[in-house]
């Protein structure tokens, strides 16, 4: 069992920067995919980051060359560091663990990009 505790959000003017961070329980942290995934009113949630154990990241195209992903397996956390936010960075950030077939999910942090 992996729980996952998302801290970071907040409000932010157009062109800021956050950085969100996921803790986790449990010792599967370091074999363990962590991404993140936001969700904005009335849309689905949508991947914006992964990586891998091994340490290979992807990218959503929207947030390319913005956001940052990275992970501290020694201290069981991911981060996210997000710069030149706009406001449609506006969401909720869950953070996501996947271990072969199972997935957890942190209860979310709220993103607010004012323009």
């Known amino acids: 069992q992996v729980q996952l505790v998302e801290s970071g959000g907040g409000l932010v003017q157009f062109g800021g920067s956050l950085r969100l961070s996921c803790a986790a329980s449990?010792?599967?942290?370091?074999?363990?995919?962590m991404a993140w995934y936001r969700q904005a009113p009335g849309k689905q949630r949508e991947l914006v980051a992964r990586?891998?154990?091994?340490?290979?990241?992807n990218y959503a195209d929207s947030v390319k060359g913005r956001f940052t992903i990275s992970r501290d397996n020694a201290k069981n956390t991911a981060y996210l560091q997000m710069s030149s936010l706009k406001p449609e960075d506006t969401g909720v950030y869950y953070c996501?663990?996947?271990?072969?077939?199972?997935?957890?999910w942190g209860q979310g942090t709220q993103v607010t990009v004012s323009s």
């Open positions: 996501n663990a996947e271990l072969g077939t199972l997935f957890y």
């Open positions: 449990g010792r599967i942290f370091r074999l363990a995919s």
């Open positions: 990586v891998t154990s091994g340490g290979s990241t």
